[in-house]
DNA sequence: TCTGGGGTCCTAGGACCC
DNA sequence: TCTGGGGTCCTAGGACCC
């Protein structure tokens, strides 16, 4: 059997773990840039706020119910979720971490396996304070379903519960109740096209999908949604996956807080994130040879640009000199005057361990430095910026080498709105809690 | 006038996930 | 005024091979 593990609203859970006020009160956390909601209490789902709402839509309805509003604050929730997932894997041998709030791990043990969740979580909500919902099945599609029925217990009236935190659907009849009061767009994998696809054939239901003739589906969609038809009768398609994969592709980007025209504060802005992804390729080990830029404006705009592009290199790097380089000259290429950009990014791919980058025949013109050189001087930039804080030291925007050394706090337009922060309680020394012992 | 059959690899774009 | 960020996988079609 197979477990699926999912923190309750994880994001406002992190929240109230250091913040005991927001207890039994509405509460939200926004997305980036304080854009959307992404999570939320249930009293504030109670209220009718949705998932997905843009913030600037429900400003005044928060503050008329007195909702508490929270930007997000995802190296607290990273922390937080190390701590749970650790737990989860010190008990099971076979840990997948799926998300950032949910796992799933294979259960052997036929009669127990409810106890054993439920003492699980028990020891969870004791240890890291996060309380949590394990839905059991016999296959990742119908233990995401089982999962669901915990949090929405309304819908499933004949359902009856044995714990209110773990759910095992054991009877057939109850698995094609369950089935038959689930939509079949809340079936992991359909998303909205396919569910468009789904109910215009009349399949309304998960039942129906399961019951559906699964070729001529796939003829249309393709075999992911037969794979998930399989799932829901009880085959399984997807084992577990206890290996990190190997990462692909390695994006950084973000919405600027507010628009703007001019193509130096977007460069500004790039080098910033450049600098982000090169950190990141460093500490997973890896070369890339690809180098993909893109710059939008808001799709919601009346005039709308997107454009990417990519260049390629003879051999993988890691060099941020050679990246920027090659960054900056792609922005100048994408940049059009006269639209109003909403969010640029850089995104590197085609990786290859250090051990497998291929020496090119003719030489890469563009590269002057030796591989170890390079890994070398990044690692000594983030040593600096982790003692004396995030952004102190990196390469100047207009330079091809040279670093600066920042000492001021820049608050310009690309910098991201993030007006209700909490403190990083776990994760920064100055922010640790301070208790009062009288 | 009339031009085969059987492959592989790469890429862009779509769809999906949290 | 204001609508997130970071990923993966699949597919169709193009380009190429003999």
Redesign the pocket.
């Known amino acids: 059997m197979i477990a699926l593990l999912d923190c309750n609203n994880f994001y406002v859970s992190c929240e109230r773990l250091f913040s005991p006020k927001l207890k039994n009160k509405p509460v939200v956390v926004l997305?980036?840039?304080d854009?959307?909601v992404?999570s939320r209490s249930n009293e504030a789902k109670e209220l009718g706020i949705t998932m997905?709402e843009?913030f600037?839509k429900i400003k005044k309805i928060t503050k008329n119910l007195q909702i508490e509003v929270l930007s997000s604050n995802y190296s607290l929730y990273a922390d937080i979720s190390d701590r749970i997932m650790s737990i989860l894997k010190k008990k099971f041998l076979e840990v997948e971490v799926y998300?950032i709030?949910?796992a799933f791990f294979y259960l052997n043990n036929k009669s127990k396996n409810e106890i054993i969740c439920s003492e699980i979580a028990k020891k969870i909500l004791k240890w890291v304070g996060i309380p949590v919902s394990i839905g059991i099945a016999k296959t990742k599609t119908l233990a995401?379903i089982s999962n669901r029925v915990i949090k929405k217990k309304s819908n499933y009236k004949n359902i009856k519960f044995k714990y209110s935190n773990v759910l095992e659907i054991k009877s057939d009849e109850d698995l094609d109740y369950v089935l038959k009061n689930t939509k079949v767009a809340d079936v992991?994998?359909?998303?909205?096209?396919?569910?468009n696809f789904l109910v215009n054939n009349n399949i309304k239901s998960a039942l129906n999908l399961r019951d559906s003739n699964e070729d001529f589906i796939k003829k249309e969609k393709?075999?992911?949604i037969k794979k998930t038809i399989y799932e829901l009768r009880n085959i399984k398609c997807y084992q577990i996956e206890k290996e990190l994969?190997v990462?692909?592709?390695?994006?950084?980007?973000?919405?600027f807080g507010?628009?703007i025209y001019d193509y130096e504060h977007i460069n500004r802005a790039l080098i910033v994130y450049v600098h982000k992804a090169v950190i990141?390729l460093i500490k997973n080990n890896l070369f890339c040879r690809s180098i993909t830029v893109f710059l939008k404006t808001?799709r919601?705009d009346e005039k709308i640009y997107s454009n990417s592009k990519?260049y390629k290199l003879l051999e993988a790097t890691c060099d941020i000199r050679l990246i920027w380089k090659i960054s900056k000259d792609i922005l100048k290429f994408l940049y059009v005057k006269a639209f109003a950009y909403?969010?640029v990014?850089i995104i590197l791919s085609n990786f290859s361990q250090r051990k497998e980058i291929q020496q090119s025949l003719i030489g890469d013109k563009l590269k002057n430095t030796t591989v170890k050189n390079e890994i070398k001087l990044m690692n000594v930039i983030e040593k600096i910026n982790k003692k004396f804080g995030e952004g102190k030291i990196r390469l100047l925007a207009n330079s091809d080498h040279r670093f600066f050394y920042t000492d001021e706090e820049p608050r310009v337009s690309w910098q991201?709105k993030s007006a209700f922060r909490s403190a990083c309680y776990t994760t920064n020394w100055y922010d640790i809690p301070k208790v009062k012992v009288k």
């Not at 992991?188 to 569910?195: C, E, P, Q, T």
């Not at 990462?247 to 919405?255: A, D, F, G, L, P």
């Open positions: 997305s980036n840039n854009g959307c992404i997905g843009p600037f998300s709030d949910e995401k992991w994998g359909v998303g909205n096209r396919l569910s393709g075999i992911l994969p990462k692909k592709s390695i994006c950084v980007s973000r919405s507010s628009k990141k808001s919601y990519t909403n969010k990014g991201m």
